[in-house]
């Protein structure tokens, strides 16, 4: 590990005071002279030796561990259920970075923001080091023999046992937990997912006879009708979706395709932000809007009239109509989703598919998704059941219910065992408390989708005494055996007889999962899906108050349902659609906004229907929301956020970045609603949002290092507009032209001010391709873990000082439903004529042989020129030194990156540790460098493969092709720095504009 | 003259003189470690292994081969020749006599520097493991050491089959290890002038002296 550079300790100075000279000439020049040399006289004779290193080998190597040398470990990523393949990036033993698995066939590569980040949550030193007893800490000796004691006590007579957890698709935990609950007489398990999708199951359960995820296919999906569901962002399984997303919008090959997506929603969702046509409808209208496209899609499709007359009672006919016609267009190839927790809005969504032809296309039933298994109303089973007090052991594994489920009275339960990583609000109230094992040290397998067996292996020794729940339920069957060779038993007796490539010898088969991450196994197909369309009913109308607000709960990039929030890096992430950092807040529109006399920040109060205390959160007006709406992040106000208080630097004019006594944001899990049908509905409530006078400064990373140029400011013709960095076309007009959207920019000088005298044999260069970027942010995070950026709080946020070196700029067209967007990743340029490189005083920002701007912190004095002349506002400089909050979080750092110290600028360096790597690899092997070997972080966790590195001067590469791409433009090209990031400009379906606003 | 400057001129001398008595010890710039030559904890002799015993340097610095680090090896590499060879030559030979002398059969002769290295892995005389003793980590003091923003690599710069004592000096001939060279960027980059690099497929250009082959 890389450390701040080491002070050398100056022994106090000894010497022999001598008589001045007489007569000696003196000035200023002289004196400097004089003082200059007697520094250095200083330096010379009073310095010794820094303090003495060691060298630790270890006694016995790991095997194929090198000092220095990385190497990957193929796994599962624990960030959520939905099963993404990682590849842990491991130095000296332990993990530092995720990668996503190309090879793996849910995410195939890329990873989302949460598993980005999930590695810093390994060495958080808030995980429990010991089992704990009501509280206090004891010893695994001692609660397993109390445990079974107890859990025996139950088998033997009629105790009733339950088990809660979140979603859990493992097998081997599954079969555990059969096994584990077959030995009761009366015990269940029951599922629950903090961001339930427990409506779509049962719809597929009422329409199908099966309760099912089916697996969703964007790729094949000419045309997508989303109903309030953020599949790009935070529904289900977002790096698989936004991978199949964009291979539906390809623009090269002989065969361009573009898909066209219409997102029908309340908020302002990143989804939304990046769809064809956006509506604004209130989450009541959903039903109607569903019911009215069946009912078109049923004339078209010839079948039976159930919902005949549903379209009159349709809120927004006409956009319904266009939305029948695409899809009747399209058939089988379409795709209707709906984010809504309610049934009645799920089977609609159900039938439509069904009438389109999509079951089997789009959708398919026979390999379906396992990534949420949820089930609400077993939950409210469950709840009934506590109330009244007939559960004699509660076992709360892998979940949050205190949190997530406020109406569940977990203290009811006659003994509660919580199994989980880190305190939490249940684990504060348990009996007992398991300690699970973080997923980069445990062993495990995941079955994301039927057919597909992913598996998590360890990458570190255990860094806390976690144990899985598969482990501890058998160690309370007296089953003694290792995670390991449970693991290992139940993939002999029930998967390698079902693999579709078993080999003859088990433990070759195992091996080889293990060395790819996962297996596959047959899977029964071919079975007829037959919807029973009496399930479709018509739909009852509802309209709440004229006044009222309906409340929509929804969770954030990153931070998800809570699970995350004690993750820094996730909690700086600015949301990628407000560009908000450390809060959650109440978003309405602007129309609302001013029919409340409400503003950017004034704290307000959102009094609920229902018997619910009040929430106070600050306002966030957004752009594009529906004015029926008030959006409020679930996942904030966890307990034990207070830590972050003291993040940041300390000095006179800080401001904590959670106030005394209080938590990061506020905890909306109090209103989510019980819906007619039993499950828990994210946007049932109505609610009234009133100022309270007070107001608080929102951390927004939006206005921060603006490209634009104030009007005033600029030369008259030279006028910087969001359409020249941000450049759009339709799909149409690109046909036509490729470069349509690039008509009418500046003049882009060809004049050079200096000989080309880095003209060498490589240049280093990246596209963006901003018609695939959906502004999912993973690149972001990727980038942090990566080159070892600093988090900075709330406070130095909002004094425009996030070090992230790679940032989205969003930028926003029209308003309400008209708002288009473009997300625009923006990084060091990395220009040929740097003009951060003309003014540094001393040479601390160069051009490198190979078309690098380097940036050499032990140069760095930290004058700030370079940041004050980059065009593109990409340089940070460090005010202080940020050290990590956790000390433990420092062993996260990346050994090949300097932890940058105070007063040096930084920004990206287009990863030149990577580049260096492959450069170093390849001359050991004897050969060039390979097209496509070197990755920058934040290509590699592109889900959407906007990012594309490589060498400009191969006319080969792949970086080199798509650079000549017609679309392609440099932003600010105008101002001839020939930057050597090139963007390709976005084409999608919207509506042609003329100007952007912010 | 003003008594400020006679002041100033007085601290002046007396640096001056403090850099006059400096001269005449071991003196370096600050960071520059040439010479040093730090006492181990055991006594490894590399004037035996690399020169007497003429073992290649890649055999225990493996890592110089594949990673950024050369290493210091794990006290199992020791073990490879260790777990037989547990004394010099001549103290063997000496039991050997004195056995053959008194009529009986000879016993195993552990060197005291060798002790060492089984106490850490916590083995006793016949190399058995001791029951209840803990192996103990070895810390050797760095000889070679970077600042913390310099990235070396020796996989390249030993690929490129550049010798070991291009850079470390006679180590074949050094009881205790010293740094021979001063390690200083002006010393490196020398080399980096000098030096031709082939690539197949492209003319002949110089080892790369930009900043950012080192520093990141």
């Known amino acids: 590990m890389k450390k701040h550079p080491r002070k050398t300790v100056l022994p106090p100075f000894e010497g022999t005071v001598l008589l001045p000279f007489e007569g000696t000439e003196s000035s200023r020049r002289g004196f400097l002279q004089l003082v200059g040399f007697g520094i250095a006289g200083a330096a010379i004779s009073g310095c010794s030796r820094g303090p003495t290193r060691h060298v630790v080998p270890a006694l016995v190597p790991a095997e194929g561990v ?7 470990i193929a796994t599962t990523c624990g960030g959520c259920e939905a099963g993404c393949g990682v590849l842990a990036k491991c130095r000296d033993g332990r993990p530092i970075k995720l990668e996503g698995n190309p090879q793996h066939p849910v995410s195939s590569g890329g990873l989302c923001p949460a598993g980005q980040a999930s590695v810093l949550t390994l060495y958080d030193s808030r995980r429990f080091e010991k089992p704990l007893r009501a509280g206090a800490a004891v010893e695994w000796e001692e609660l397993d023999p109390a445990l079974s004691a107890a859990l025996g006590a139950l088998r033997s007579g009629t105790g009733r046992v339950r088990l809660l957890t979140g979603t859990t698709n493992g097998p081997s935990t599954r079969t555990a937990i059969g096994h584990f609950l077959s030995s009761f007489g009366d015990a269940r398990h029951v599922t629950y997912d903090g961001l339930s999708c427990a409506a779509l199951l049962d719809a597929h359960e009422a329409a199908f006879g099966r309760r099912a995820l089916p697996r969703m296919r964007f790729e094949l999906a000419r045309t997508i009708v989303s109903f309030d569901a953020d599949f790009l962002s935070t529904w289900i399984s977002p790096v698989e979706f936004t991978r199949g997303y964009s291979r539906g919008r390809m623009l090269e ?20 932000s990046c769809a064809d046509e956006r509506v604004r409808v209130a989450p009541h209208e959903e039903a109607s809007l569903l019911a009215g496209l069946c009912d078109l899609l049923e004339v078209r499709a010839g079948a039976t009239r159930r919902l005949a007359g549903a379209i009159e009672s349709c809120p927004r006919r006409d956009v319904v109509e266009r939305i029948a016609e695409s899809l009747s267009d399209s058939g089988a190839d379409s795709l209707v989703v709906a984010g809504s927790n309610d049934v009645e809005v799920q089977l609609y969504a159900c039938y439509a598919n069904h009438l389109l032809g999509a079951y089997g296309r789009t959708l398919d039933l026979d390999e379906p998704s396992q990534q949420r298994l949820g089930d609400d109303r077993a939950l409210a089973a469950l709840r009934d059941e506590l109330a009244a007090g007939a559960v004699d052991v509660l076992i709360v594994a892998g979940a949050n219910p205190a949190y997530d489920l406020p109406d569940l ?7 509660l065992i919580v199994c989980a990583e880190a305190p939490d609000e249940t684990t504060a109230i348990a009996d007992w408390v398991a300690p699970l094992p973080h997923a980069l040290e445990s062993w495990g397998d995941a079955e994301p989708r039927a057919g597909v067996l992913s598996l998590t292996q360890p990458t570190v020794p255990p860094l806390r005494a976690g144990r899985t729940l598969r482990a501890s339920l058998a160690r309370w069957s007296e089953d003694g055996r290792s995670e390991r060779e449970l693991l290992r038993e139940h993939w002999r007796e029930a998967v390698w007889p079902s693999a579709q490539d078993p080999g003859t010898d088990f433990d070759a088969f195992f091996d080889a999962a293990l060395e790819r991450g996962f297996a596959q196994t047959r899977v029964q197909s071919g079975q007829a899906w037959t919807l029973s369309a009496d399930a479709v009913r018509p739909t009852q109308p509802s309209a709440p108050a004229a006044d009222a607000l309906t409340v929509v709960l929804y969770p954030k990039a990153g931070v998800l349902d809570g699970r995350h929030a004690h993750n820094p890096w996730l909690q700086e992430l600015p949301d990628p659609v407000t560009k908000i950092t450390w809060d959650n807040y109440a978003c309405i529109s602007p129309v609302t906004a001013e029919r409340l006399d409400l503003s950017e920040g004034d704290i307000a109060r959102l009094e609920v229907e229902g018997d619910l205390a009040p929430l106070e959160l600050p306002v966030h007006v957004q752009r594009g929301q529906d004015d029926r709406v008030v959006a409020v992040a679930l996942g904030y106000g966890r307990l034990g956020t207070d830590r972050f208080a003291d993040v940041g630097p300390d000095w006179i004019g800080a401001r904590p970045t959670v106030a005394a006594g209080g938590v990061v944001g506020v905890n909306a899990a109090t209103l989510v609603a019980t819906t007619a049908a039993g499950l828990r509905g994210f946007q049932a409530r109505s609610a009234r949002l009133t100022g309270t006078g007070r107001s608080s400064e929102l951390a927004s990373t939006q206005e921060h290092h603006s490209l634009e140029v104030p009007a005033h400011l600029a030369p008259p013709g030279h006028e910087v507009r969001d359409k020249d960095i941000a450049p759009r076309a339709t799909f149409e007009q690109w046909q036509a032209d490729p470069a349509t959207a690039l008509h009418g920019r500046h003049h882009v000088s060809g004049e050079d001010l200096w000989k080309e005298d880095h003209a060498g044999r490589v ?23 990566e080159n070892n950026v600093a988090v900075v709080g709330k406070d130095e ?6 070090m992230s070196w790679l940032r989205i700029d969003r930028y926003f067209q029209g308003e309400g439903d008209a708002v288009s967007t473009v997300h625009q990743p923006m990084m060091c340029q990395q220009c040929d004529h740097a003009p951060c490189e003309a003014v540094c005083p001393v040479l601390a920002t160069v051009h490198s042989s190979e078309g690098l701007n380097q940036q050499v912190y032990n140069r760095c004095v930290g004058t700030r020129y ?3 002349t980059c065009p593109y506002k990409v340089r940070r400089f460090n005010w202080f030194d940020y050290e990590p909050i956790d000390p433990l979080q420092a062993a996260a750092f990346n050994p090949d990156v300097t932890v940058r110290s105070r007063g040096v600028m930084e920004k990206c360096s287009f990863c030149v540790q990577r580049i260096q790597e492959a450069k170093a690899e390849a001359k050991r092997d004897g050969r060039a460098v390979r097209d496509g070997e070197i990755q920058p972080a934040c290509q590699q966790s592109c889900p959407a493969d906007a990012i594309t590195f490589g060498d400009l001067n191969d006319p080969e590469s792949r970086v080199a092709v798509r650079a000549t791409d017609a679309r392609g433009y440099g932003v600010l090209e105008e101002l001839n720095v020939r930057p050597s990031v090139r963007y390709l400009s976005r084409v999608d379906h919207g509506q042609e504009e003329d100007s952007h606003d912010h | 003259m003003s008594s400020r400057n006679a002041n100033i001129l007085c601290v002046c001398m007396l640096l001056f003189g403090a850099l006059v008595l400096a001269q005449t010890t071991d003196v370096r710039l600050p960071g520059n470690n040439q010479g040093y030559e730090p006492e181990q904890p055991i006594a490894f002799s590399h004037r035996l292994h690399a020169g007497e015993l003429a073992i290649d340097c890649m055999y225990c610095h493996f890592g110089a081969q594949t990673s950024r680090h050369a290493g210091v090896p794990p006290a199992s590499v020791c073990m490879n020749c260790h777990s037989t060879v547990t004394a010099g030559y001549d103290a063997v030979l000496a039991e050997r006599e004195a056995a053959n002398d008194e009529g009986r059969d000879e016993r195993r002769i552990i060197s005291d520097e060798l002790r060492k290295l089984y106490d850490a892995l916590a083995l006793d005389d016949e190399l058995r493991p001791v029951a209840g ?31 070991c004592e291009t850079c470390h000096g006679p180590v074949q001939s050094m009881e205790r290890v010293r740094q021979y060279s001063d390690l200083a960027m002006g010393w490196c980059v020398q080399c980096h002038r000098d030096q031709t690099v082939v690539v197949e497929g492209h003319p002949d250009e110089h080892a790369s002296t930009d900043c950012a082959a080192c520093h990141y």
Not at chain 1, 253 to 272: A, C, F, I, K, V
Not at chain 1, 763 to 785: E, F
Not at chain 2, 134 to 147: A, G, K, N, S, T
């Open chain 1, 866 to 868: 370079c940041a004050n």
């Open chain 1, 66 to 72: 090198v000092p220095g040398r990385p190497y990957w």
């Open chain 1, 253 to 272: 090959g002989d065969t361009p395709r573009m898909s066209m997506h219409y997102q029908l929603e309340g908020r302002m969702s990143l989804t939304g």
């Open chain 1, 797 to 802: 946020v909002r004094r425009h000082r996030e």
């Open chain 1, 763 to 785: 240049r280093w260069g990246m596209t963006i391709d901003l018609a695939r970027c959906t502004g999912c942010s993973a690149c972001v995070v990727g980038c942090q873990a």
């Open chain 2, 133 to 163: 003793a803990e192996p103990q980590r070895i810390e050797w003091v760095r000889v070679h050491d970077l600042p913390d923003y310099v990235y070396f690599d020796h996989r390249v710069h030993v690929a490129r089959g550049l010798a």
């Open chain 1, 409 to 415: 009275d977990l203290a009811a339960a006659g003994q």
